[in-house]
């Protein structure tokens, strides 16, 4: 049976804004998206290889998910650096909707662990770093936290980003998924589409979310970690958000207030106001231009080809020709 959420005087926020949400019988915070013609146009616009561009939308949920919850005009920006065939990846978010995001790959590569069967995220990523860097402007100190990839998950550096910077217990889940629409007996229309939920542990007790020591990895032989009973809520938190399925994050007809109904109804949970995601660029000609100002006249030279000057921004493909003079 539907859930009819006009009966509980809510308004779907439907695709591209993120849903924050709260379960005070649990202590927990979190927010919950689906994205579709966002995440459709930034793919899309690339044209990158399949497993590269499901690898980005998670990128890009993720940083969705993680840039709106920013309570100033800043900027938050993803980005990982590895020996994987997908060497980069960046999602850049501006407060308070804009986000853009490209990947850089070894398409050689990429193609090798297709045809093995081999393209999982973590087999894609490799090993190297996740930078999350929160910019407050310019007069504002800069703040970065830095996660090692070692074959794990998108989801996996959430929580370990979260367990190791802010000692926060967080779970996560991030789905991408391909629609195909036939409307005349023609080829089928292909659109990306992409969701994830978070949730965090934060009771009023701090001593609650105590977790066990990390492993330093110098303690004496045979030492023994530090062992923390785990809170009741946030056990049964987390493994509520563990049954949620790929297909409720990435079907468009199922909501996300659906979705945080079916996982917490029974201990109630309050919707706050959605936060819009929006697919915008930040170059500009003008931009672009006084980045070129700073280069020599030997550089400029470099870059001519028949008198012309020649600048795709990664981002949006956009292509801006100068002059060379």
Known sequence: MALDLEEFGVTPAGQDAVRPFAVEGLDVRGRAVTLGPVVDAILERHGYPEPVSRLLAEAIVLTSLLGTSLKFE?????????????????????????????????????DVLVEAGHARPEELLGRGHLAMTIDQGKHMQRYQGLVELDGISLEEVARRYFARSEQIPTEVRLAVGELFTRT?????????????????????????????????????????????????????????????????????????EQLLFRLFHERGVRLFDPQGISDKCRCSRDRVAGIMSNFSAEEVEQMKVDDKIVVKCEFCSAIYEFDAT
């Open 184 to 256: 005349d007996g023609s080829a089928p229309n292909h659109r990306w589409t992409a969701g994830g939920i978070m949730v965090q542990f934060l009771p009023e007790a701090p001593e609650r979310m105590r977790q066990a020591d990390l492993d330093p990895g110098d303690a004496p032989k045979g030492a023994r970690p530090h062992e923390f009973d785990i809170d009741d809520a946030w056990v049964e938190a987390r493994a509520l958000v563990e049954t949620v399925k790929d297909v409720e994050l990435t079907d468009p007809e199922i909501t996300v």
């Open 74 to 110: 800043g900027r938050f920006t993803l980005q990982t650096q590895t020996d994987g065939p997908v060497s980069m990846l960046v999602v850049d978010f501006v407060s308070p909707d804009a986000i853009r995001a490209y990947a850089s790959f070894d398409e050689a590569k990429v």
